[in-house]
Every structure is written in structure tokens, then in C-alpha cells.
């Protein structure tokens, strides 16, 4: 973030400066529909900044996975701008995607973490995420910081409207917030989420129930509980729990439940409670304070964390999960 949110001050406005984006802020403001193109933990951070993106730019946004968008030859249209999310920037799929938007005249936009990649090279502007090199697989630093980049992008494309202009200011000092105090503070967790694979360990399975802002948070974690627990785990849809899900449900199988508070947190807690009278074992993540609002069972295991503008609650979430 750093060079690029400006504080603001007695007559300056709070406000993003994103260099490699201005000279084609215009024609991304104009154009008929953006559509972020990504694979896994970047289709996810994509998908985590939707809501962000579609308030404050007023554009129709969609999101593609690369391999699908491919698989159905799915349109691109010259009036379109691409955004093409990824951490390596070298990944094939997301390659022939942006080949398709190049040759169909769309604005192609990079997001990468990876200075000289192809997709750093081949698209007409872009965004470095600076997250530094990645090492391990469970790169939680690249996909917080992925989302910071494309919340700043919907600042950037908002513009300086006066109707949002509180919403803005809110989410840029949100933004200032968050790595010296609230990702320290959730950084203190850290031994109680240590013991927390102790009881998981000799499971199959574990589902992780999120939704709104925190579905992506859902889809990211049993991603990487996959990956690097070699474990069974997905990322659920809260609000279509009876359609399938809760028929899993009984007391063996771990869930963890992301009820952090938001618009949607009634209808987690009401969630919580049909998972716990079908004996659901359940692990719930709330805002700080919640925990007696959350756990209707008593028994059910809780971890607080700090509470951030609903937008950016998905950066803070996904530490411990
Ligand atoms: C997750 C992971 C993959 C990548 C995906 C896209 O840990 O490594 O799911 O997120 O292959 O890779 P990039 O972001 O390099 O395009």
C-alpha cells in the first residue's frame, strides 16, 4: 500500500494512486464490463474483493476461472476490460486466457506478484502486488495482499464520486489499519490455533461454511487444507446448506463456521444453530465480543478475532483459518 493511499490531510483528499493503471483509469471506467480472470487462490482473492468491486465501481463485475472460461470459449468483448489475477503470472491457463482477450480487443489488466512474467509483460497495464518472492504453498501473504490490490483497484475505478465518498474514506482507513494493528492482533492467536490441528488431526474431512464476504475466505481455506494437509476439505456456501451439505452433517465430521459480524451475520448464527441441532461439531470464527452470540451449544469451540470494515474482514480471516 505503501506510495500508493494517500493519507489525505487538512485540504488534501484520502485517495489511491495506482501508477501502472492511469493512464487507462478512463477507458476501465468506461468500459461495458470488467471481468477478473484466475485459478485457484487467485480466482479466490478475485472473488473475495467482488463485493468491494461491485459498490464502488458501478460496473457489472464477473469473475472466471481461467480453465472454465476456456473450457466454454466464453465471450470477451472489446468493450470489456480483463483483469488477469496471478501470483506467479506464468500460469498456462491464465496465459491463453489473456491470449483470447488480447486478440478479441479487450483491455487486458495484470495483477501479479512476479515483476517480468508473461502475463507482466503481455497485458496493456497492471498492478505488482509486492508481496515478495513466494516460498511456501500456503501463500496466505500473496492472496491478502492480491486483495488489497484489487480493493485498491475498486477505489482507484470509483473515483472520486461525492456520493461514496465516506464508504471510501472508511475503507482506505481500513486499509491503513490493517497490517501494524489489526493482522498483529490476530497474529497473537497463534498458539490457541496451533492446538486447534491437535483435535483435527486424525480426521478425513472438514467442511468450512462461509458466505458474502467471507465465501471466498470458505473456498481459500479448504483449498489449502488440501494442499498442505493433505486432507479431505471444502469450502461450503452457507445459504445452500440444505441443498446437500447438511446432509454430511452429524457429530464426527469438523465444521468450521466464518460468523464474523457483517450483513450476513443473522443468517450465521441461524446456521449455527441447524448445524448444531443436527450434533454438528462445530468451530466458529466470530468478531471479537461475539463469542456468547455464536455458540448456542456451549460446546462448540470459538475463535474471536479482531472486527474490520466488512470488506476487508476477509484479510483478517483468513490468518488463523
Ligand atoms: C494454491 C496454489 C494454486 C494457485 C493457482 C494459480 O496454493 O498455489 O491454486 O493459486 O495455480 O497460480 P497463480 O496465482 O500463480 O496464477
Redesign the pocket.
Known amino acids: 500500500m505503501r506510495g500508493r493511499l494517500i493519507q489525505g490531510g487538512s485540504c488534501k483528499a484520502k485517495s489511491v494512486l495506482l501508477d501502472g493503471l492511469k493512464d487507462h483509469l478512463r477507458t476501465i471506467k468506461r468500459s461495458g464490463r470488467i471481468v477478473f480472470i484466475?485459478?485457484?487462490?487467485?480466482y479466490n482473492a478475485a472473488l473475495a474483493t467482488r463485493p468491494i468491486l461491485v459498490e464502488l465501481s458501478g460496473i457489472p463485475i464477473t469473475m472466471e476461472v481461467a480453465s472454465d472460461l476456456l473450457d466454454r470459449q466464453g465471450p470477451i468483448y472489446r468493450e470489456d476490460t480483463t483483469v488477469f489475477?496471478?501470483?506467479?503470472?506464468?500460469?498456462a491457463d491464465?496465459l491463453h486466457a489473456l491470449e483470447c482477450a488480447l486478440e478479441n480487443g479487450a483491455l487486458c489488466v495484470g495483477i501479479t506478484n512476479t515483476v517480468g512474467s508473461a502475463i507482466a509483460r503481455n497485458t496493456h497495464c497492471g498492478v505488482h502486488i509486492n508481496a515478495g518472492a513466494e516460498i511456501g504453498?500456503?501463500?496466505t501473504k500473496?492472496y491478502t495482499s492480491q486483495i488489497v490490490v484489487m480493493a485498491m483497484l475498486a477505489l482507484a475505478i470509483g473515483g472520486d464520486a461525492i456520493s461514496n465518498q465516506a464508504r471510501r474514506e472508511a475503507i482506505i482507513d481500513g486499509l491503513f489499519e490493517l497490517p501494524n494493528i489489526k493482522v498483529k492482533e490476530v497474529l497473537k492467536l497463534d498458539q490457541e490455533i496451533k492446538d486447534l490441528p491437535k483435535l483435527l488431526i486424525a480426521e478425513q474431512s472438514l467442511l468450512v461454511f462461509g458466505r458474502g464476504y467471507n465465501y471466498a475466505t470458505a473456498l481459500e481455506r479448504a483449498?489449502?487444507v488440501k494442499?498442505v494437509a493433505l486432507m479431505h476439505s471444502e469450502g461450503i456456501l452457507a445459504g445452500e446448506m440444505k441443498h446437500g451439505p447438511l446432509a454430511l452433517v452429524d457429530e464426527n465430521l469438523p465444521i468450521v463456521v466464518i460468523a464474523t459480524r457483517d450483513a450476513c451475520f443473522s443468517k450465521q448464527q441461524s446456521v449455527i444453530q441447524q448445524l448444531h441441532a443436527c450434533n454438528g461439531r462445530l468451530v466458529v470464527m466470530c468478531s471479537k465480543g461475539d463469542a456468547a452470540s455464536v455458540s448456542v451449544c456451549g460446546s462448540c469451540r470459538v475463535i474471536e478475532v479482531p472486527q474490520v470494515e466488512d470488506y476487508l474482514q476477509p484479510v483478517i480471516n483468513v490468518v488463523p483459518l
Not at 484466475?38 to 487467485?42: A, K, Q, V
Not at 489475477?85 to 500460469?91: A, F, K, L, W
Open positions: 484466475g485459478r485457484g487462490t487467485s489475477v496471478s501470483q506467479s503470472g506464468e500460469t491464465t504453498v500456503a501463500s500473496a483449498l489449502k494442499e
